[in-house]
């Protein structure tokens, strides 16, 4: 068991239970961090491969990120936690904000025994993992940014829920009886609280102070997201280890619509090598690489 006083507060109890089916191939596992029911999904072989961590968006659990994360299990330990609050793990009364999740994030790093790790982050996850690199910046390996959300394009409020209704309307149908439940759970004052919490967290000044290799994947369809072209004018202006691939015909939830496409994706950037599109995932979408940073050197095979 994993204690952190700064995070500690009286938990609120549920039944801790499995899911009655299994969402995918991974295992699904209970565990208990600082006196939490924490729920998560693991990989069931290669225990000495390197780990990888997927973290979910706003307001839901991992499971939409199944897709992307079966897809990678063969090639590295991959977990897929429901961060406290989210999906099935317990909450606490007092809601984490964006450094609270960072540092149970870490929490359960040090439940599995991973010392570091790749993260992959989508929508929330993705300023998640921003902090996680600057309060535990020896224990990421990588950083994989999946349609990067909380910024000054979702605010205010209003405008955050216009632009994820348009995205329901882009999104698998399949999506919404994963996401739905999980919305529900979460509850409108969670809802809330996380929004604030998400508009006051400095997502750009943690992104310009990132010093570690960066993948930034956007869909062109994401209506949460800047155009391709204004994203790549600001990329253009940052001095780093950031590689920016775009999806096109994808929207917000990539890890779910198109998980062939970002599994690709993912493989070539860890093994850097150049970002080129897999002719074998099924469908019409096409990966193609942005921005690569000025401090990025030119991936391993590129002309």
Known sequence: MVTD???????????????????????ERWTTIDGLDFFFRESKTLPDAPAMIHLHG?????????????QLQDEFRTYVPDLPGFGHSMKRRKPLDVPGLARAAAAFMDDRGIDSATLVGNSMGCPVILEFAHLYPD???????????????NQPLTRAMTQLARDGGREPRALVRVATPDYLRFGVSSTARMFGALMHYPSLERLLDLDVKTLVVLGDQDPLMPSPARVKEIASHIDNQATLVVIEGAAHAINFSHPGELANVIRLFMADRPIV????????????????????PPAEGAA
């Open 5 to 27: 006083s700064r995070a500690s507060s009286e938990p609120q109890h549920e039944t801790r239970r499995l899911p009655r089916r299994p969402a995918s191939s991974l295992a």
């Open 58 to 70: 706003f307001g839901l659990s991992g499971r939409y990120l199944l897709p992307t994360a079966e």
């Open 139 to 153: 224990r990421i390996d990588h950083a994989v940014l999946v349609s990067p959300a909380g910024g000054m394009h």
């Open 277 to 296: 599109d897999d002719p074998d995932s099924p469908g019409t979408a096409h990966a193609y690489e942005l921005h690569r940073g000025m401090l990025e």
